[in-house]
């Protein structure tokens, strides 16, 4: 009897097993996927059905030997296969660290938080020394923030490149950063001089990153609020507002000379917010529904976030420069707001997070842009309590400042430096997966999570699991032709 034969009553009752409890836990990460031991353990398990099958082999003919073989590539192959899938995933998505509080935990505790996630893109809205410092060794690709208060100075080029040294060369190459967002939101605001100093200051950024040889690797942009455009739907028309197209003509040349994306502060939320009895919830929270048809190019929409997306693309490509790439510099959901302030709730934040956390791991373009994949910076990683405005500003986070979990995205509340944590929640899991996907979304790749875990000890042995599993599928096809 061939290994095949023995190990297939094996192979079909774990198989009904995982399907019976991914059934029974379709919209809850199950205790297994929680578990980082148990992920170690199935690991392993995979690992000595494939040294039995080899040993087996040993014993058998020339058929045996060849059918077990094929056994190990079916383990390896799949094992190898899922581990790429989580690592793809996690590449669309980052977050925004904004630090507008008095009760945060300290930034060490923090990257533990981010790691324990799997959060390996993370934007700042400053330059903070213990931050910087913090991030040093992560691995974590950090976009370093310029106030607007300092954009003036970056006139000129000399404190520009003081600037730089300072900030970004003196925390290299330990600290992974790979961007400077040069102001926020400058025009659309009321500062003229601001707005006249942004394009100078950013090319001196630039130059400042060319002396230091570091261009290549950090990108320098700047973050716009939607407001920049005069219209957003349809998509297909989307359009620069009249009193800021003189300004984005000299700054797209420079991003497209440099190669730098246009960064897009993009809230459904607050467009909803605005009409609640006109748009439809489900449209903005990436649920099923009937969608919004743009009547120029007849492509529907079936979440409003893409059609924003679509009309910024649209603007672009309207004064010349469609080769820009987008990028979602902020979208988020407030999980509380006050009275007047519709859809700010707790139910509505898990959905419109979750969902879009799982459209993002599936590695989707806009329908104007869908081979290129939308990149996006959630808003925020913790609830600020000293922002100012209404109390959705206070609110965006997806944990509180003590590491628990607002609310249920599959996420682990840890705060942790490695191998000692302090768990503020039960719900854990991986960043670049968050719920299941909703109806209107199938997915395509399954189920990807990470693997994770707070000790740093555990991540170096599943890390080095990793490796010996895809040498053994490399090691495979060398030997493939020569087996008998």
């Given amino acids: 009897m061939s290994v095949s034969v023995l190990l297939l009553p094996i192979l079909r009752k774990k198989k009904s097993k995982i399907l019976s409890e991914s059934l029974q836990n379709a919209h809850v990460p199950s205790q297994q996927q929680q578990d980082p031991l148990h992920k170690f353990l199935a690991m392993s398990l995979h690992a000595r059905c494939v040294e039995a099958a080899v040993k087996k082999a040993s014993e058998m003919g020339r058929g045996g030997l060849r059918t ?44 533990g938080l981010l790691q324990t996630n799997g959060i390996k893109k993370v934007k700042l809205y400053s330059v903070n020394e213990t931050v910087l410092k913090a991030f040093a060794n992560t691995g974590i690709e950090l976009i370093v923030g310029m106030g607007n208060e300092n954009v ?3 006139t000129d080029l000399t404190k520009a490149t003081e600037w730089v040294n300072e900030n970004i060369q003196a925390y290299l190459p330990a600290t992974k950063i790979t961007g400077i967002a040069v102001g926020n939101e400058v025009y659309t605001g009321t500062d003229t001089q601001l707005m006249a100093n942004l394009v100078p200051a950013m090319k001196n950024i ?6 230091i040889g570091a261009d290549m690797n950090i990108k320098v942009t700047t973050p716009h609020s939607l407001a920049v455009l005069a219209s957003s739907f349809p998509p297909s028309a989307g359009s620069f507002a009249s009193n800021v197209k003189s300004l984005m003509k000299p700054l797209l040349d420079l991003l497209s000379q440099i190669g730098s994306p246009f960064f897009i502060n993009a809230y459904p939320y607050f467009a909803y917010k605005g009409d609640p009895s006109q748009i439809s919830l489900a449209y903005v929270l990436f649920e099923s529904n009937a969608g919004v048809l743009d009547p120029n190019n007849n492509v529907r929409y ?10 910024v693309y649209s603007a672009l490509s309207a004064l010349g420069y469609a080769n820009i790439e987008v990028t979602v510099s902020e979208t988020g959901w407030p999980s509380k707001g006050d009275a007047n302030e519709a859809g700010a709730t707790l139910q509505n934040a898990q959905t419109y997070n979750g969902n879009l956390l799982q459209l993002l791991a599936q590695n989707q373009g806009t329908p104007l842009r869908p081979k290129l994949v939308l990149q996006a910076y959630l808003f925020a990683l913790f609830n600020e309590d000293m922002k100012p405005g209404p109390a959705s500003e206070r609110n965006y986070g997806l944990f509180k400042p003590d590491g628990t979990a607002v609310y249920n995205l599959g996420l682990s509340g840890t705060l942790s430096t490695g191998s000692s944590s302090s768990t503020g929640s039960t719900s854990t899991g991986s960043f670049s997966t968050g719920t299941p996907p909703p109806a209107a979304y199938p997915s395509t790749t399954g189920s990807s999570y990470s693997y994770y875990s707070s000790a740093k000890e555990t991540c170096s042995v599943i890390s080095f699991y990793n490796h010996l599993q895809l040498l053994g599928l490399s090691t495979f096809f060398v030997v493939l032709p020569f087996l008998p």
């Fill in 68 to 111: 077990s073989w094929l056994c190990v590539l079916f383990f390896l192959s799949g094992l190898a296969l899922s581990n790429a899938q989580s690592k793809i995933s996690s590449s669309t998505t980052g977050i925004n660290y904004g630090q507008v509080a008095d009760d945060l935990a300290s930034p060490e505790l923090v990257v």
């Fill in 152 to 154: 003036g100075n970056m």
């Fill in 206 to 211: 630039h130059s400042a990153l060319v002396s």
């Fill in 302 to 311: 079936n979440n409003m976030l893409f059609a924003q997306v679509d009309a």
